[in-house]
Nanobody, 125 residues
Framework: VQLQACGGGLVQAGGSLRLSCAAS????????MGWFRQAPGKGREFVAA????????TYADSVKGRFTISRENAKNTVYLQMNSLKPEDTAVYSC???????????????????WGQGTLVTVSS
């Protein structure tokens, strides 16, 4: 079972990036998928989550209106479109999955069962 995130890089403030997370080893089409990030010297932070159908999404207040989470179940892939990036968005971004469905813990890292390695996003001022 593997989640592989990619799409990170260096971008100037105000720019955009699109992260992808491809799943393999099992079908994630019925899983809740989430994105988390960890900035240098800080703890892991919730960014966004999406239901298996894509009909429900939730975002951290710090990214609401700038980031969009989406998924393509046929490709076992979830995306994070990041616009209007700020230097404070600099972090390692990781994707996660859980078959438990939507629950009260969907914004908490321990709720998720599968994790991918992260991809580094650096936003310069």
């Amino acid at each position: 079972v593997q989640l592989q995130a990619c799409g990170g890089g260096l971008v100037q403030a105000g720019g955009s990036l699109r992260l992808s997370c491809a799943a393999s080893g099992r079908t994630f089409s019925r899983d809740v998928m989430g994105w988390f990030r960890q900035a240098p010297g800080k703890g892991r932070e919730f960014v966004a989550a999406i239901s298996w159908s894509g009909g429900y999404t939730t975002y951290a207040d710090s990214v609401k209106g700038r980031f969009t989470i989406s998924r393509e179940n046929a490709k076992n892939t979830v995306y994070l479109q990041m616009n209007s990036l700020k230097p404070e968005d600099t972090a390692v971004y990781s994707c996660a999955a859980t078959p438990k469905g939507l629950g009260a813990g969907v914004r908490l890292a321990p709720y998720y069962d599968y994790w991918g390695q992260g991809t580094l996003v650096t936003v310069s001022s």
